[in-house]
């Protein structure tokens, strides 16, 4: 199994987006978008085998953010309510994968923040916000909060 199948296979273990159609599950309409939001809204490490880390990562409003925090709207409609070509001021930690043998070795930190720098450069971010999955995620969450000295919004499941 080549290191595309087995990241998408990751992606289905983890989210387990065929049984909430709420979530992104990602495909071209759904990767046009985010770029559509921010070129740096998608990003991966990858290897001579295709990819070992896939970072997913959007700016969105503030209000957006609220109303996904209190479960007013899922997480496809935080998508698709973005507006295109608006001023964002807060950021969304979607999802970070990555192949067990890279784990433990910051590919997705390092992913997460250089997408974060880039976006930041563009829209006046002050909040994060995850909906995390794992522990790690958490973790991962925290960290990024700390790095960029913003306060960190966390959907509960």
């Not at 070992?52 to 698709?80: H, S």
């Not at 880039?118 to 995850?130: E, R, T, W, Y």
Request: some cysteine; overall charge neutral.
């Amino acid at each position: 199994m080549n290191n595309l199948d087995r990241m998408i296979k990751l992606a289905d273990e983890v989210f387990a987006v065929k049984n909430d159609p709420s979530q992104i599950a990602v495909d071209e309409e759904v990767m046009d978008r985010l770029r559509s939001i921010h070129p740096r809204s998608l990003n991966q490490k990858e290897n001579g085998d295709g990819p070992v880390a896939w970072v997913l990562v959007f700016p969105t409003t503030r209000e957006l953010m609220k109303q996904f925090l209190r479960k007013d709207i899922g997480e496809r409609e935080l998508l698709y309510r973005t507006p295109l070509g608006a001023q964002y001021d807060a950021l969304y930690l979607c999802s970070a994968l990555v192949l067990p043998e890279f784990r433990r070795k910051g590919l997705a930190r390092a992913l997460v923040l250089d997408a974060a720098h880039a976006i930041m450069k563009d829209h006046p971010i002050d909040s994060l916000f995850v909906w995390s999955f794992t522990a790690e995620g958490n973790r991962l969450a925290g960290k990024i909060a700390e790095e960029l000295l913003l306060p960190l919004f966390e959907r509960r499941s």
